[in-house]
Structure formats: C-alpha cells, structure tokens
C-alpha cells in the first residue's frame, strides 16, 4: 500500500512532468525560427530512422505519440517544403517520409537553436546528474513495459529532392 508521503511525490512529479511537457513545448517553440518543436522533433525522428523505415507509424513509435498525431506534423512540414511523402515500397497501405534538400537546411539551422535551447536548458546540470536523469525518465517511460525508441547518437540525413531517396 502507497503511503500518504509517496502518493503525495507521485502526484507533485507527475504535474511537474505535465507542466514541464508544456513549458518546454513553448519555450522550444521561442527558440526555433522555422518550425515548432514539435516538428522539429519529428524531422528528428525521421533522419534516425533507417533509410525506407520512415513510415507515420515508426515515427510514432519514436515520439512516442499517434499516428494521427505525426500525420498532422508531416503534414505541416511538407507544406512547408521540408519533407515529401511517398508510398512505401515495402507496404503498400504504407507512406515514407523523406527530408527534402530545403529541409535539411532548416534541420541544421533550427537544430543549431535547439541546441541553444538545450545549453541553457541544462546549464546547471553536471554531465552525471543528466546520465541519471535520462536514466530515471527511461525508467518511467517504461511504466506500461514499453521501451522508449530512442535517438542513435549519430545520424545520417537522408533527403528526397525529386522523390527519390
């Protein structure tokens, strides 16, 4: 049985967690000159997945977010020049998202914002205590047995100019 103490913590961390998801959408939104932080990371996402794989449902899965929810980005950003959709060729009721030459531009430009964002983000974080925080929030990310995706420390980017990759 949870004691009046923990469920007290449990509740505080989640509505920081909360409030903090939210702040940050905003604060990641101030920072960036062309896209959202949300479409940032969605561009993010698809330069980390395999060349091919870019599919609305793995980008999903790297977010950790709907499909519906990524339809919506990719939508936004193709609009804008900065991805192509195309049919995929291993799964026909399947899309594939591509970067397009205009939007690896903006990725390396809005990308050298967001690490901006990030310095002063975790300024006064030693390099052990942001281990053990991603460490803690891999922990909670896996509440329901699922692992968190993950971004690979290096990434090729990959673009689609006149619809191939």
């Not at 449990?10 to 409030?19: I, K, N």
């Not at 809005?110 to 974080?125: M, N, T, V």
């Amino acid at each position: 049985m949870e004691t009046p103490r923990a469920i007290f913590l449990m509740e505080q961390t989640y509505a920081t967690l909360f409030s903090l998801a939210n702040k940050l959408q905003v604060k990641g939104d101030q920072y960036l000159k062309h896209l959202t932080s949300r479409q940032l990371m969605t561009m993010i996402a698809i330069a980390h997945l395999p060349e091919g794989e870019a599919s609305l449902n793995n980008i999903a899965r790297k977010l950790g977010t709907t499909k519906q929810t990524v339809k919506q980005l990719v939508g936004l950003i193709t609009e804008k020049g900065y991805a192509t959709i195309l049919p995929s060729q291993r799964d026909k009721r399947a899309v594939n998202v591509t970067i397009t030459p205009a939007g690896q531009q903006i990725l390396l430009e809005d990308g050298e914002l967001g690490i901006q964002l990030f310095a002063d983000l975790f300024r006064e974080f030693s390099l052990e205590e942001l281990e053990t925080l991603w460490s803690l929030l891999k922990k909670l990310y896996r509440f329901d047995g699922e692992e968190q995706d993950g971004f690979e420390e290096e990434v090729n980017i990959r673009s689609s100019s006149n619809g191939e990759s």
